[in-house]
């Protein structure tokens, strides 16, 4: 059983910087990739970007594209993502998942559904 808590949420001006985190209880030597998705009020969940656990191979959704960096720091079981040049129109509950099954295309790691460990995610907001 793996236990996701992410933290580093808040309020920023659009144009700002956050960092997310994602701290995984357990050893993540078990999950092939963790992902970022993230819902705003009255739409569904999206997919923000994911890391594959062994290697680094990264995939972003296109809005968010050259603005965010996921990454991973493997000794602290830990993943980051680092929100630049924030918009408006990124506020959301930004939620953390662990998929512990090979993906192989964009479209895999983009689906909710194939996470298998949810984290109970942190409010970003970003103020115009």
């Known amino acids: 059983q793996v236990q996701l808590v992410e933290s580093g949420g808040g309020l920023v001006q659009a144009g700002g910087s956050l960092r997310l985190s994602c701290a995984a209880s357990s050893r993540t030597f078990s999950m092939y990739a963790m992902g970022w998705f993230r819902q705003a009020p009255g739409k569904e969940r999206e997919f923000v970007a994911a890391?594959?656990?062994?290697?680094?191979?990264?995939y972003y959704a296109d809005s968010v594209k050259g603005r965010f960096a996921v990454s991973r720091d493997s000794a602290k079981n830990t993943m980051l993502l680092q929100m630049n040049s924030l918009k408006p129109e990124d506020t959301a509950v930004y939620y953390c998942?662990?998929?512990?099954?090979?993906?192989?295309?964009?479209?895999?790691?983009?689906?909710?559904?194939?996470?298998?460990?949810w984290g109970q995610g942190t409010q970003v907001t970003v103020s115009s």
């Open positions: 890391i594959v656990w062994s290697g680094s191979s990264t």
């Open positions: 998942a662990a998929d512990i099954n090979y993906c192989s295309s964009y479209g895999c790691y983009a689906t909710a559904y194939n996470y298998d460990y």
